[in-house]
């Protein structure tokens, strides 16, 4: 019998993480973009970890891995994995804790740009022809001097607000788990009540995880009390802004615009009302799809996986259930 511990790479990652293990005489490893629930059954069941991005780990999958003692998640979401069979088995779950805020924040900063300056509406005019027209569009709007709300304050929010600061924004931030200093020391100032909030900004950036507490959080009787002018980004977890209600709230001008980079089902579906709606700007769940972010990310999914092993794992990168 074999003393290498076998490693799942449920969806491929990049080469770069795949080659901390490749000549290691300690692992191997099997890639499957078969994410069919009956494919991972029958994959998992001699693997001692996996490494997973999306894709959905119920229970019925988790139960059949008998000798899984990790799951390494290629991301910091992990609501695609399920918690208390999890739990039951004794089974650590990771995510990539230091790799990705750069990119989600700065993928936060695109959408809002483009909002803000109508990039679809401006760029659409000078390709058809209409440049003459231009005194006819509709103004844009400065981010300078502009009060921003980050909802959420882990490394993403953390990196955001140092963009944000670069535009000399005035920034708030709601997330009652990280203390005031903090937030003070960053050049944000910290709110207590996210409803009272959300009626003086501007801009909205939502980072926080999807729970039984932020699902639909904003929703049409919260968003009625925004600005007209507000513009919402969503790069965190789909759910938390209710999509009908946000729908329905820019198609009556309750607020001016919205970034979702993820969606309460993914894909969405087709007859989705916000896939046609001119005042959304959409991006397929892809904010940490930048090259460096990928390879930084595949490279501590595995890491995860083998300082668990060699019994120096870091605190900050467990999930604690």
Same mark, same amino acid.
């Given at each position: 019998? /074999? ?5 799942? *790479? ?19 490893? +099997? ?15 001699? &693997? ?37 069979? /999890? ?32 990039? #679809?509406?401006?760029? +659409? ?22 009060? *921003? ?14 963009? &944000?600061?670069?535009? +000399? ?23 207590? #009540? ?35 002018? &507000? ?51 959409? #991006? ?6 930048? +090259?460096? &972010? ?25 999930? *604690? *259930?």
């Amino acid at each position: 019998m /074999s003393d290498k511990k076998k490693i799942l *790479i449920i969806q491929n990652i990049h080469q770069t993480g795949l080659q901390l293990i490749k000549n290691n005489p300690k692992y191997e490893f +099997e890639i499957t973009d078969d994410t069919n629930l009956d494919n991972l059954k029958k994959k998992i069941i001699d &693997c001692d970890a996996i490494s997973i991005r999306t894709a959905k780990l119920p229970s019925e999958v988790i139960e059949q891995g008998k000798k899984l003692k990790i799951i390494s998640r290629h991301g910091v979401g992990y609501d695609n994995i399920d918690l208390n069979s /999890s739990k039951k088995n004794n089974i650590t779950i990771t995510i990539t804790a230091t790799t990705n805020a750069i990119a989600v924040a700065e993928h936060v900063m695109f959408m809002l740009l483009n909002l803000a300056k109508r990039k #679809s509406m401006y760029d +659409e005019t000078v390709r058809q022809g209409n440049f003459s027209d231009r005194n006819k569009l509709p103004k844009t709007i400065e981010l300078w001097n502009k009060k *921003i709300l980050i909802a959420g304050f882990g490394r993403i929010g953390q990196s955001l607000i140092k963009r &944000c600061k670069g535009f +000399e924004m005035d920034v708030l931030v709601f997330d009652p788990f990280v203390e005031e200093k903090i937030i003070n020391n960053l050049g944000g100032s910290k709110v207590i #009540s996210l409803e009272e909030t959300v009626k003086e900004v501007d801009f909205i950036s939502i980072n926080m995880p999807l729970n039984e507490k932020t699902k639909n959080l904003f929703n049409l009787s919260l968003m009625k009390t925004m600005k007209k002018n &507000c513009i919402i980004i969503n790069a965190a977890r789909g759910g938390i802004i209710n999509e009908l209600d946000l729908n329905e709230a820019l198609n009556k001008e309750i607020i001016f615009g919205a970034g979702l980079d993820v969606f309460e089902k993914e894909p969405p579906e087709k007859d989705n009302l916000l896939l046609k709606n001119p005042k959304v700007f959409l #991006s397929p769940h892809t904010a940490t799809f930048t +090259e460096e &972010c990928m390879i930084r990310m595949a490279k501590e999914t595995i890491q995860n996986i083998i300082d668990f092993f060699e019994k120096k794992l870091e605190k900050n990168k467990i999930i *604690i *259930i």
